[in-house]
């Protein structure tokens, strides 16, 4: 049974720092490509940055980019993404997602692709 369970989110003044989790269980880590969404409230979600199965390829976001970094650990089965400069619109519920990849090639950034997903963690920043 997959699991993906997110966690790091929480309050920050704008300008600072947060660095989120997401554990994986329940699969070979390895095999699956995996990324970051968003939704704010009121809002759709959307694509924040993704990454190869083997984190060779990453993708973001324009409006993310320089600003956070995605990353995995296959020791740990854990998927990281580093967020610097945060903004007030920044604000909302992260979700990590996983699809499973055949080929080690750049990942999608449609929500659509990713078949499982975890339970969000929020992140709020303060103006």
């Known amino acids: 049974q997959v699991q993906l369970v997110e966690s790091g989110g929480g309050l920050v003044q704008a300008g600072g720092s947060l660095k989120l989790s997401c554990a994986a269980s329940?699969?070979?880590?390895?095999?699956?490509?995996m990324a970051w969404f968003r939704q704010a409230p009121g809002k759709e979600r959307e694509f924040v940055a993704a990454?190869?199965?083997?984190?060779?390829?990453?993708d973001y976001s324009d409006s993310m980019k320089g600003r956070f970094a995605i990353s995995r650990d296959a020791a740990k089965n854990t998927m990281y993404l580093q967020m610097n400069s945060l903004k007030p619109e920044d604000t909302a519920v992260y979700y990590c997602?996983?699809?499973?990849?055949?080929?080690?090639?750049?990942?999608?950034?449609?929500?659509?692709?990713?078949?499982?997903w975890g339970q969000g963690t929020q992140v709020t920043v303060s103006s």
């Open positions: 997602a996983a699809d499973r990849a055949y080929g080690d090639d750049a990942p999608a950034t449609g929500m659509y692709a990713y078949e499982y």
């Open positions: 329940g699969y070979t880590f390895g095999s699956y490509a």
């Open positions: 990454i190869s199965r083997s984190g060779g390829y990453t």
